[in-house]
């Protein structure tokens, strides 16, 4: 049996120490906005952009890439289990579009990593069907917002195989690739999923923030039986942190990024960085909300929450997804029916607006949450104050 091990708190705050050497700043008349880099895994580059909008690149280069991580755990649990393959849209000789399979195909052969046509019903059916019969695919989806097209696949046949075969079939199957609202990618690729897959029943999300812990997760996925999605933020790929070699992170399990006693802020993926970038303000002005990274967004870590909320009494949820219907929407439901008693204030939602994504980067940057809207959320609650979130 695979043995996980928690995650250990130096570590966690080591990467983010480390990945704040890759923010970069956007500038607006009203607002500063601290934003991991977007540039091409390969291509780091300093450049100032047209009008007030301001972009650099990190010049540290001690550390390893979100996208190396990533590619190293994929490497490594090839290279122990023959049944490990990658199939999907130019992972192959490509090397995927934010190279997270770059050159592997060299080391293990074109079977092996498997380019596709473009059809996602097609090859995420075929990934399947490769796990129902022993391989343990790696299905990469060229952004998460294609996978709609592979959704009945997803729901109808990796959640429920298990189950409707009578147990004779496991699906273990990772579905991972770039989603969230990245930087003028337009409505069509700035797509959040989460929320839409959470109502499968037998399918498992895991959505990793940091470099140590992108390694580590993936390793787990790939090594479970189970089906997961996994969720990778495409402004996240260059952030930059150190890995643990051997290290297998538990894939429910939630991580404690700062401890505080004032306000649980519950918070996954590049909202992670976000409020991180609140709680420096909020820290000069007295106060000490406790962060906590999701990680899993199927099951919820609830001993972890309910340890938290159990010593602040007060929670604020801070999302990339949308408010109607997303992972803050089940995650608040859930606190409110078994935690009731314990809070001294609603639970507070800090979620992106139900709205398409603009291309336009000051309208895109209005329709998600801002440091800002953290810091103000915190002084209220902490407060005692309502908030119109």
Not at 128 to 146: D, K, Q, S, V, Y
Not at 190 to 203: A, D, H, K, N, T
């Amino acid at each position: 049996m695979l043995q996980l091990q928690p995650t250990p708190a130096c570590a966690a705050s080591a990467a983010e120490a480390n990945s704040r050497a890759c923010l970069t700043t956007r500038s607006f008349p009203s607002r500063s906005i601290s934003l991991p880099s977007t540039r091409h895994p390969l291509r780091l580059a300093a450049r100032t952009s047209r009008g007030n909008l301001k972009v650099t690149a990190a010049k540290d280069k001690k550390g390893k890439l979100m996208w190396e991580a990533l590619r190293e755990a994929v490497d490594e649990e090839m290279e122990k289990d023959p049944n490990v393959c990658v199939i999907g849209e130019d992972v192959g000789h490509y090397g995927g579009s934010y190279k997270v399979t770059y050159d592997l195909h060299k080391k293990y052969g074109d079977f092996r990593l498997l380019d596709t046509p473009i059809c996602e019903n097609g090859f995420v059916g075929m990934g399947i069907g490769a796990a129902m019969t022993g391989l343990r695919p790696i299905i990469e989806g060229m952004n998460m917002g294609f996978l709609l097209l592979a959704y009945n696949q997803i729901s109808n046949n990796a959640g429920m195989l298990h189950y409707t075969s009578g147990g004779q079939f496991k699906v273990p199957v990772v579905i991972r690739g770039p989603g969230g609202v990245g930087r003028q990618l337009g409505a069509e690729h700035s797509q959040r999923l989460e929320s839409y897959f959470q109502s499968i029943p037998g399918v498992q999300l895991v959505a990793c923030s940091t470099v140590a812990n992108s390694k580590a997760l993936l390793k787990s996925a790939i090594r479970s039986d189970n089906p997961i999605i996994f969720f990778e933020h495409v402004l996240l790929y260059n952030v930059k942190g150190e890995t643990q070699e051997g290290y297998y992170q538990p894939l429910e399990k939630a991580e404690l990024v700062r401890e505080g006693g004032d306000v649980t802020i519950l918070c996954y993926s590049r909202m992670r960085y976000v409020v991180m970038q609140a709680v420096q303000s909020l820290e000069k002005q007295g106060f000490d909300p406790e962060v906590i990274d999701l990680i899993s967004l199927k099951p919820f870590d609830l001993e972890t929450i309910t340890k938290s909320i159990k010593k602040t009494r007060k929670c604020i949820i801070v999302e990339e997804c949308m408010k109607t219907g997303g992972i803050g929407a089940s995650l608040s439901a859930v606190i409110n029916e078994s935690l009731f008693n314990e809070l001294d204030h609603e639970v507070v939602r800090l979620s992106s607006q139900d709205v398409p994504t603009a291309y336009a980067f000051e309208l895109e940057a209005a329709t998600i949450v801002q440091p800002e809207e953290v810091e103000a959320a915190v002084q209220r609650v902490v407060a005692g104050a309502p908030v119109l979130a």
